[in-house]
Nanobody, 128 residues
């Protein structure tokens, strides 16, 4: 079982930057990808970005391409989401999810993985 904990959310002005972090832990830790999702009030959760843990191949939603960068540190079991040029539309609770290879969970058009383990989320608010 993978446990995920997000951090790094906060309040930022439009055009500002934040870096989110997701740390994975757990006995027999084994996962294939980490993804960042977000959910704004009254909207469905959407996939923002994900990365293959071994390949390092990143994937991005069109709405964040060129502004967000995902990266991972395999040794530390960490995945980061660097968010630049933030817009009010980026305001949401951001969650990280893991594909642990069980074949069950949430899919997204952004990423070729299935995310079945989740963190508790971190709030990102972009406002002047």
């Amino acid at each position: 079982q993978v446990q995920l904990v997000e951090s790094g959310g906060g309040v930022v002005q439009p055009g500002g930057s934040l870096r989110l972090s997701c740390v994975a832990s757990g006995f027999g830790l084994d996962y294939y990808a980490i993804g960042w999702f977000r959910q704004a009030p009254g909207k469905e959760r959407e996939g923002v970005s994900c990365i293959g843990i071994n390949s390092g191949t990143p994937y991005y939603a069109d709405s964040v391409k060129g502004r967000f960068t995902i990266s991972r540190d395999k040794d530390k079991n960490m995945v980061y989401l660097q968010m630049n040029s933030l817009e009010p539309e980026d305001t949401a609770v951001y969650y990280c999810g893991a594909d642990t290879g069980l074949g069950a969970g949430e899919r997204t058009a952004t990423c070729p993985y299935i995310f079945g383990s989740w963190g508790q989320g971190t709030q990102v608010t972009v406002s002047s």
